[in-house]
């Protein structure tokens, strides 16, 4: 491959989404719009590492704007509720609940969402990370459209060894790809 990328997604990471950290510092004084971003995770016997990232990738945001409201489903590994609990404790922005009975995703997501107090609400997955800068490109996003309802982004995996890969670039909004 071309100049040392092991991929073109490598490439276009490379080429595209490295931000140019004085204009990304100059751009994020200039975002108006600051609204509490409620981000509801609901957690079942999540791998501890996967768990404590997810977690670490929201309190790492380049804004301060958000609340993260956690439920877990009756996780049966104790790691679980102690990773939960020390998190808890080193960030008062981090709400936790326990079901007291199994219930499943939805059941365990919507019980999440009764703790958010926010005006906007985002989706974890408590084995997904958030790139550093995420609330910041929503913040902006919503400073130039301050109408917008819904905002959703592009996604890919990572691997244990932190590469990236398949990502998945979602098409510009369309009302009538999202009803089929």
């Known amino acids: 491959h071309e100049r040392g990328f092991a991929t073109d997604y490598d490439r276009w990471i490379h080429e595209f989404e490295r931000p140019d950290i004085d204009l990304l510092e100059m751009k994020l004084s200039s975002i108006t719009a600051r609204p509490l971003i409620s981000i ?22 380049s804004l301060d704007n958000w609340e993260l409201c956690i439920t877990d489903d009756c996780s049966s590994r104790s790691e679980v509720r102690e990773i939960l609990e020390d998190f808890r404790q080193r960030d008062s922005r981090i709400k936790v609940s326990y079901q007291g009975e199994r219930g499943g995703i939805s059941k365990t997501c919507n019980a999440a969402w009764q703790m958010a107090q926010g005006e906007y609400i985002a989706f974890l997955d408590h084995d997904d990370t ?9 913040c902006d996003t919503l400073s130039r459209c301050p109408d917008a309802d819904l905002l959703y982004s592009d996604e890919d995996k990572i691997d244990r060894k932190d590469k990236r890969f398949d990502p998945f670039f979602k098409p510009d909004w369309s009302p009538d790809l999202l009803l089929s």
């Open 130 to 138: 958030l790139a550093p800068h995420a609330l910041a490109y929503v």
């Open 40 to 61: 509801v995770m609901a957690t079942y016997n999540t791998d501890p590492q996967e768990l404590a990232s997810a977690i670490q990738s929201v309190i790492d945001q």
